[in-house]
C-alpha cells in the first residue's frame, strides 16, 4: 500500500490503524509525534516524522543530537523534519539521549552528564539501542540507518560497535572519535578542567574493531570545526580504512561545529539506506 498527499486522510487513518496493531503512535507533521521506547528506568523518548508517502515497510533514519551544553536540545527535530520532507518512503526518529529533555515535554531515563564527554557510557549506548531495536520493530522498517551529531556521533558509533547489525549504514557529523584527545583538546579550548576528570566513557576510537564490515559508515565534519576538528574525524576514517571497513570522509567547506541542519547533511542523509 502506498499513501500520497492527495490521500491525506487515508494516510492518517491508515497510519493510526497501524499504531493501533503495533502499539506505536502515528507521526503527525509537521511538528513531528512524541513517543517513547522502552522500559520504566530505560525509556527513550523523542519525536517521530513522515514522508509524504509511506509504504507497509519504510525506511527507519534515527537522529541523535550533540551534547547540548547549557540547554535542551530541539535542533534535531528540525533537521528530522527536513529530512522526512526531502526523502521517499522514509520515518525519521529523533531521540532523546539518556538524561536529556527536549523542553516540550519529553524525556529520557538515565544521567545526562555534564556534558565533558562523560555520557557516552556502555550503559547509555545499550539504553539506545534497545530504543532502536524496539522502533524498527514496530514500524516494520525494512532497514534502519543512524544518524548522529557530535557526542551523537560518539553515542552512534559506540552502539554499531555494540550491535553490528543495528543500521545498515549510518552518517557521523562532527564527531570526537577519539575521546581522550577530544577532551584534552577541549580541556585547552575552554580552559574547563573538568574536561581532565576520569570518566567512564567509551571512545569510539577503541571500539572501530567491532564495527561491521558491511557497514556502510560515512564522516561528515565542517573544515573549520573548533569543538571537534577535521583530525579527529580523519584519524578515525584511517583506522577504519585500514581494518577493511567501508568508511569515508567529508569536509563541509568553511562549515563549523554546528553541521546538522545544513545542506551538506541533507544531501548526504538523502540516499542513505
Same mark, same amino acid.
Given at each position: ?64 543530537? @550533540? !551534547?547540548?551544553?547549557?540547554? &535542551?536540545?530541539?535542533? +534535531?527535530?528540525?533537521? *528530522?523534519?527536513?529530512? %522526512? =520532507?526531502? #526523502? ?28 565533558? @564527554? !562523560?555520557?557516552?557510557?556502555? &550503559?547509555?549506548?545499550? +539504553?539506545?539501542?534497545? *530504543?532502536?531495536?524496539? %522502533? =524498527?520493530? #514496530? ?47 577541549? =580541556?585547552? #579550548? ?84
Amino acid at each position: 500500500m502506498q499513501w500520497t498527499r492527495a490521500g491525506l486522510v487515508v494516510t492518517i487513518a491508515v497510519l493510526v490503524g497501524v499504531a493501533m496493531v503495533h502499539g506505536i503512535s502515528p507521526p503527525v507533521a509537521p511538528e513531528g509525534h512524541p513517543t517513547t521506547f522502552g522500559a520504566p528506568g530505560r525509556r527513550v523518548s523523542g519525536r517521530l516524522f513522515s514522508s509524504a508517502r509511506v509504504t507497509a515497510h519504510p525506511h527507519l533514519v534515527v537522529v541523535l543530537h @550533540g !551534547d547540548a551544553p547549557g540547554h &535542551d536540545p530541539v535542533y +534535531q527535530y528540525d533537521f *528530522a523534519r527536513s529530512l %522526512a =520532507a526531502d #526523502r521517499d518512503d522514509t520515518i525519521v526518529l529523533a531521540l532523546l539521549r539518556p538524561g536529556y529533555r527536549d523542553g516540550l515535554g519529553g524525556r529520557s531515563d538515565g544521567d545526562r552528564g555534564l556534558a565533558v @564527554g !562523560d555520557n557516552y557510557t556502555e &550503559d547509555a549506548a545499550r +539504553q539506545m539501542v534497545e *530504543a532502536v531495536v524496539e %522502533a =524498527a520493530s #514496530r514500524l516494520h522498517a525494512r532497514d534502519t540507518v543512524l544518524i548522529g551529531h557530535s557526542g551523537g556521533a560518539a553515542m552512534a558509533l559506540i552502539m554499531l560497535a555494540d550491535r553490528p547489525n543495528l543500521a545498515s549504514s549510518a552518517l557521523i557529523a562532527s564527531c570526537p572519535c577519539d575521546l581522550g584527545a577530544w577532551r584534552r583538546h577541549m =580541556a585547552v #579550548r575552554d580552559f574547563n578542567p573538568l574536561f581532565l576528570l576520569p570518566v567512564r566513557s567509551v571512545s569510539p576510537l577503541s571500539r572501530i574493531g567491532q564495527l561491521s564490515p558491511k557497514l556502510d559508515l560515512r564522516l561528515i565534519v565542517g573544515e573549520r570545526d573548533p569543538v571537534a576538528p577535521p583530525w579527529l574525524s580523519r584519524r578515525f576514517v584511517q583506522a577504519g580504512q585500514a581494518r577493511g571497513l567501508r568508511v569515508r570522509l567529508a569536509l563541509a567547506p568553511g562549515a563549523g561545529h554546528e553541521i546538522l541542519e545544513s545542506p551538506e547533511m541533507l544531501a548526504a542523509a538523502k540516499d542513505l539506506h
